[in-house]
């Protein structure tokens, strides 16, 4: 890939101001199926529409459950293109496809590299790795670049592009810069949760949105039709919002809902009366082109396939933004833990309700084979006694989990965990443990076996013998599902969670069905003290938490659960490339109708500032680069920037030069010239824009956060000393910085241990004083609306002439789910370098796995997530910053971003360092920016 780029910023001289002729908007013979201009083929009469609301609401589940099933192919994508828009706009040409682009946001070397390599992956139908600095215009760059292909082929190759981020508030970052950038205008859907999207007063506030969702939109039986439902979804379904033909032009071209996120969809529902969520489901069967998803919903096969994504993904482009995080994400998605209590409460809620499915002998066979007795067992010997006599009538045989010698699959994983956790450790069929390891102070222990011994758990002792047969049980079990839901039996004798969980060990446990993915799996069983702490105090949270906990002790004595010990099991996913099979290589679907194999995505393409090295990332996600795609070289060096500038063409290579062969899956493109690297350094006329500062000591303290002297005995004279240096020099910084201050600190355990430290010492008193009470703290699993209203707060306190100070913890929502740009990040401070824990059985197996490669893995996620925190500094050409580095490890290591490695200096101590931030803030003071 050439990635030689001759200046910062395209010249316009060559650039045309009119777009080429616009592709004609999809007509209706297009919406009626026909992918060209060709006359559409006279459709069969439709069947008349229901006119009851419970005839509607049976279309939508229908009409759901066909597309999930794949008996219903999606429409083709809807492709429309705003050509007054574009008339405006800068036009370049980019590996033979126009993209358009704001002209008075002229594009950046890196945001040309970024679209060439997309372009390329997506036209050669490839997977790319492009990594450019946080800060320098990737989505928009990404987004046009897509967008421009698929608007090419919209004809010969109509094309779904899927746009993925980590957080609800990275997708309305792409949402705006896509309104505010592009004059494309496919259809478009947004897929988030009902948190941020429900109108209904009683399911906004319930505890499980989803569950009481279901509970609100069933089908009613006129015996249970006391209960309101959801007028929403009610008047939705009978105006036909959004799929009706008076409804169809307000998300095209021209109307009100061509582009919109959370705000404009709820506000829009509060104003039509309908609800949001069901209709950006609903804009997925309408032809919907461009959807933002969040990661579970792209690689949880659960989630994926609960929302009806599995068809969306096929041949499509997938652009994964902050793609540094998809390889732990995947990797959890393919895991499932389960504790000792929670399939004891399994077994217990699904013999109380099989009696009830009389109606549904193919329900009820499957339900009772999960949880079959060992066969010889008193239990069993009762079960046929209980059973009514055989008749004579030929049944249909009913499908059912084999029962092995320790029952039916719930009951024998928990009698397995029962003796794998018990001291003698009898873990049959699969002999003693490759690793144990105790911790006699905590009274813990982890006994750990291979991924062979997992596949043969799942083959041997629950009898789920191969993929195929899972299918099967798999599409049972959706149908069980609709068929309690419709009768209205589900949220009311079993709840929602219990199919959720059945499900989830039915497809998770599918995986180790496949003996390559098995060795990539660990069996861990795990027994630990419980440790229940009652809240205190007298508020309802706490009285509720106490009553909670209470209930649960109760519950587990009925169970027959251990009620000293927590106990678990855990089938330890170790390559995220499980979990991407299905997206990278394409998979037999899971016993879904007539859609015997799930395609795979066209392109996927990983976007961020953090993606090195390419070849680690490339390996844990199954991609193979080619021998070609060089990254052990250096990048190229930066041009001067007195440098001649490009024209919008590509250059064409040298005679000489052939282009490379194609003999990877997946391209690499490092985009180091970033837009506002040049500018960093002082030039004749304009001072610096970054102040890289390392402190490796404060107030006469070495500044180590490592385990073992920060956090490992938190009352040790050691720790203390620590956190009292890390806050004298973040009071030295505070003193220093206009504006906001944003202090990441590697755990939230660090973050917690200082700040208690400081309430006793005063040092949050004084940091409050410097900052007139303006310091917030982000705390551990905060709602989204809580997150929003505190970033919200801090943005506010740090445009006042005091500024504000936010605590935060790296790999949290404020290092990657926030943007905080000019005033709302002068300073960024980093405390500590956050590596993975090394005690946790999950990280000390994946670098076990990993080999030669484990070590390199292990710095490689700490270095990254000190990236991505950097980058919260610099968010445009013309912003500006001072980093803090406040622990002697951080400096300049090779795992650093070049944009502020190399230009760290190190202060003696923290008076030098407030003293260099004064001045370096005092010179840009009186700048006037144009």
Known sequence: MDLAYEDDVVDLTGATESPPRPLAPVSAKREAGTASGAPAKKKPKAAPAATTKTGRRRERQKRNADVRSGLKPLPTPIVDFDAEAARGMLTLTREGVPVHLPRARPPYRSQLQVMDGAIRAVRAARSALLESPTGTGKTLAALAAVLAWQRQHAHDTPTRVVWVARTHDQLQHAVHEYKRSCPYRPLMSLRLSRERFCLHPNIATAPNKAEACEEATKIRKPSTKKSKGCAHLDKAERIGYPQGKKWRPHFRLGGPMVVWDIEDAVKEGKATHVCPFHMAQDQIQEGAALIFIT?????????????????????????????????????????????????????????????????????????????????????????????????????????????????????????????????????????????????????????????????????????????????????????????????????????????????????KLRYLLDPAAATRYKLIATSAPRRDVFPKGATRAARDARNAMTDAQRRRRVLGCDGERRRAISFLCLEGSVAMETLTRGQRAAGLGQAEWRRPCRSLLLLSGTLRPFDLLARELGFELGAWDRTDLPPPALPPSSAPAVKDENAAPDAGAPEPKLLSQAYAAHAVAACHLPTLAPAPGRP??????????????????????????????????????????????????????????????????????????????????????????????????????????YRAAAATPAGAMLLAVMRGRSAEGADFKDDAARCVVIVGVPYPPRFDAATRLKIEHAGRDGETWYKAEAYRNVNQAAGRLIRHSKDYGALVLLDRALHKHPMMSEWFAERIERPSGATELHHRLRSFFSARAPLVID
């Open 295 to 507: 990661y579970s919903q792209l690689v949880d096969p659960v989630i994926r396939r609960a929302g009806g994504l599995d068809a969306v993904l096929e041949d499509a482009v997938v652009v994964v933004d902050e793609g540094h995080n998809l390889p732990s994400v995947a990797r959890d998605a393919a895991s499932y833990e389960v504790t000792e209590d929670r399939l004891a409460d399994m077994v217990k809620t699904l013999e109380e309700f099989a009696p009830h499915l009389g109606e549904y002998p193919e329900a009820q066979a499957m339900l009772e084979s999960l949880i079959a007795p060992p066969p010889g067992s008193f239990e069993a010997v009762q079960a046929r006694l209980d059973a009514p006599p055989p008749t004579k009538r030929k049944k249909k045989p009913k499908l059912r989990f084999r029962v092995t010698a320790r029952g039916g699959p719930l009951r024998s994983l928990l009698a397995w965990l029962r003796g794998a956790t018990a001291p003698t450790c009898a873990a049959a069929p699969l002999g003693a443990p490759a690793t144990r390891k105790r911790d006699a102070f905590k009274d813990e222990e982890e006994r750990i076996w291979r991924g062979a011994d997992a596949a043969t758990l799942v083959r041997d002792v629950l009898g789920l013998e191969n993929a195929e047969r899972v299918d099967e049980h798999c599409k049972m079990l959706w149908k069980m599902r609709k068929d309690l839901i419709d009768e209205g039996l589900e949220s009311g004798a079993v709840r929602s969670d219990t199919i959720n969980d059945l499900e989830a060990i039915l497809v």
């Open 688 to 793: 610096a824009a970054l102040a890289a500062l390392q402190l490796a000591r404060a107030a006469g303290t070495e500044l180590d956060g490592s385990y073992a002297n920060a956090t490992k005995d938190p009352e040790s004279t050691t720790s203390r000393r620590y956190y009292d240096a890390v806050a004298t020099a973040l009071l030295g910084v505070a003193a220093a910085t206009p504006g906001g201050v944003l202090v990441f600190f590697k755990s939230y355990q660090l973050l917690e241990l200082a700040t208690a430290r400081w309430e006793t010492t005063g040092g949050r008193a004084r940091l409050e004083a410097e900052k007139r009470g303006n310091v917030f703290v982000e705390v551990r699993r905060q709602s989204g609306d809580e997150f929003d209203a505190l970033v919200g707060a």
